[in-house]
C-alpha cells in the first residue's frame, strides 16, 4: 500500500493527492514558528569566530565547538548590554533565543548576554591581547615621560564614590597639598571602559590656560576586585587611550598584585591607589627641611671663602714693598737724571762753542757770518728738539711719581682711618689684631683719624679709654715739584 505522505509515492502516483502544499515562504514562516517556540530561551557555551561588525552597529558572528557551528546576531540595542566585548577566540556563554533567517535557509541564535566563559578563557584573551598592543609598540619603555616632580594640578580619573578618591585627597593634602580635579567614571560593568578612555582623552584636550586648568599628571585608579571587576581596564580602547595621553599617567587599578594592560601602557604603575598619590607629589616637611640644610651649607660656604681671601689678601699684603720707599728711590733716581742732563747740556754747549771759535778763527768775515747763521739756525733747533725731550721726559717721570703717589695714598691705612677705623697697638707699637693678644692691665695706644689716645685693658678684655693726645708735630706738606 502506498504511503500518501511519502513525496516519492506522490510524485510517481497519477492523480490527485490530499498532501498540502506549502509555499517557500509559508513553510519558512512554520519553520521559524516551530523553532523559536521549541527554543525560546537557550543558553550555549562555545568559541567566537568570524566576528564582523556591521555599519549598522549591528554584531555578526559564529559560535562554534569541535564539531558543530552556529550563526548568531546581536542587535545594536544589546551590544551595550553585553558581559564582555566580543572577541574571535574568546570562549563565551550566550544567552538569547533561536530564530531563523528564512533568506538563507539558515538557523541562527540571537544574543541578549554573554559573558566569558571562565577565568581561563579571560586569562587566555589578555594574553593575546598584550602580545597584540606590545606588538605595536604600546608598552616600550623609550615612549614613557618622566614624571613631573611637584604638579601644580593633578587629574583623577576614578569613581566619585567609594574609599579610592578620599584615600588619594587624604594622603595629598598630608604630603603636599594640590589642585585636584577629579573625572568621575564607572569603574566596572557595562560602559565603564569607554567612560575611563574618554576621560583620558578629556583631561589631554583641555588647552592650557583655558577656564579648566589643564592637569600636569593623572592618575587613574580604581579599588581591588576580581579579574572580571577590573577588566575594563583591559580593554584596548582604553589601553590606547592611555599610551596617546601628552600628559604623564599614572595608574592605580587594584592591589599590589593585580596586574592590568593599563599597567603596561601607563607612565608609572602604583601599587595601590594611596601609593599614587605618594608618587605623585614629594613630602613638603622634607623639601623645607631640605632648603633649609642648603642655605645653612651656602652660608657656611661663603664664611668659608670668605676666611680664606682674607687670609690670602693678608699674606700678599706682608709680601709688598713699603710703598713709601719706593716711591723715595725713584724721586731720587728722577734728581739724579735731571742733574746729570743738566750738566751734560752745558759740556754739549761748550764744545760746540770752543769747535765753533775754532772753525771761525779760520775763516773771512762774510763765511763767519754765514757759518754763524747757520749754526745759530742748528742751534736754535737742536735747542728746540732738546726741550721737546726734556720737556716729554719729565712729563712721564711727574706722570709716574703721580700714579706711584695715588698708590701710596690707596694702600696708606691713614684712609681707613678716615672712614671710621681706629689702629690697636701694643706698648711695643706693634699692631693688635685679635683679643687674645691682650690681657687685663695691659697698656695700648689707639691711633684715630685725628690723633692717638692711650687705654688700659680691663678684666673683660675690653679697653678703657685714658686721655687722648695729638699727633706731634704738623701734617707734612703735599710735595711740590721736583724742579
Known amino acids: 500500500m502506498t504511503d500518501p505522505y511519502d513525496p516519492r509515492a506522490s510524485a510517481s502516483a497519477p492523480g490527485p493527492s490530499n498532501v498540502h502544499e506549502f509555499s517557500v515562504s509559508e513553510l519558512s514562516s512554520r519553520l521559524k514558528q ?287 714693598r713699603d710703598p713709601r720707599s719706593v716711591i723715595e728711590g725713584h724721586i731720587q733716581r728722577l734728581d739724579d737724571l735731571a742733574e746729570g742732563l743738566r750738566r751734560s747740556l752745558m759740556i754739549g754747549v761748550e764744545r760746540r762753542r770752543a769747535g765753533l771759535n775754532g772753525v771761525s778763527a779760520k775763516l773771512r768775515p762774510g763765511q763767519l757770518r754765514e757759518l754763524h747763521k747757520d749754526g745759530k739756525r742748528r742751534a736754535d733747533d737742536a735747542y728746540q728738539r732738546l726741550k721737546r725731550d726734556w720737556e716729554q721726559r719729565r712729563q712721564r717721570h711727574t706722570d709716574r711719581l703721580d700714579g706711584l703717589n695715588r698708590l701710596l695714598q690707596t694702600l696708606s691705612y691713614k684712609n681707613t682711618l678716615d672712614r671710621g677705623f681706629a689702629v690697636v697697638r701694643g706698648a711695643g707699637g706693634s699692631p693688635i689684631t685679635d683679643a687674645a693678644q691682650t690681657e687685663p692691665g695691659l697698656s695700648i695706644d689707639i691711633e684715630f683719624r685725628d690723633g692717638h689716645a692711650a687705654a688700659t685693658v680691663d678684666g673683660g678684655g675690653a679697653a678703657k679709654p685714658a686721655k687722648p693726645k695729638r699727633q706731634s708735630g704738623k701734617a707734612p706738606k703735599s710735595q711740590g715739584s721736583l724742579f
Open 34 to 320: 516551530v523553532v523559536e517556540g521549541e527554543f525560546g530561551h537557550v543558553r550555549v557555551r562555545a568559541e567566537i569566530s568570524g566576528l564582523k561588525r556591521a555599519a549598522s552597529g549591528h554584531i555578526y558572528l559564529s559560535l562554534k565547538d569541535d564539531r558543530a557551528v552556529i550563526d548568531g546576531v546581536v542587535w545594536r540595542g544589546s551590544v551595550g548590554r553585553l558581559g564582555c566585548k566580543p572577541e574571535d577566540g574568546l570562549e563565551v556563554v550566550c544567552t538569547g533565543r533561536l530564530t531563523t533567517y528564512p533568506a538563507r535557509s539558515r538557523y541562527q541564535i540571537v544574543i541578549e548576554q554573554m559573558e566569558p566563559a571562565g577565568v581561563g578563557a579571560l586569562m587566555a584573551l589578555l594574553e593575546e591581547r598584550r602580545r597584540k598592543l606590545a606588538a605595536e609598540g604600546l608598552f616600550d619603555e623609550a615612549r614613557k615621560r618622566p614624571l613631573p616632580y611637584l604638579p601644580e594640578v593633578i587629574g583623577v580619573v576614578t569613581s566619585p564614590s567609594g574609599a579610592v578618591i578620599r584615600d588619594i585627597l587624604h594622603r595629598l593634602r598630608d604630603r603636599f597639598p594640590r589642585h585636584v580635579l577629579v573625572w568621575p567614571v564607572l569603574v566596572q560593568g557595562e560602559g565603564a571602559a569607554a567612560q575611563v578612555a574618554a576621560a583620558i582623552r578629556g583631561f589631554n584636550a583641555l588647552k592650557p590656560g583655558g577656564d579648566m586648568p589643564r592637569p600636569d599628571l593623572l592618575i587613574v585608579a580604581r579599588g581591588g576586585g576580581s579579574l572580571e571587576d577590573l577588566w575594563a581596564f583591559n580593554e584596548e580602547e582604553v589601553v590606547r587611550a592611555a599610551a596617546e595621553s601628552e600628559i604623564p599617567l599614572i595608574s592605580a587599578v587594584g592591589h599590589e598584585t593585580d596586574t592590568t594592560l593599563i599597567d603596561h601602557a601607563s607612565d608609572r604603575r602604583a601599587p595601590t591607589p594611596t601609593a599614587a598619590a605618594e608618587i605623585a607629589v614629594p613630602v613638603r616637611a622634607e623639601l623645607a627641611a631640605g632648603v633649609m640644610d642648603l642655605e645653612r651649607r651656602g652660608f657656611a660656604a661663603a664664611r668659608r671663602l670668605l676666611a680664606e681671601r682674607q687670609t690670602r689678601l693678608t699674606g700678599l699684603a706682608r709680601a709688598l
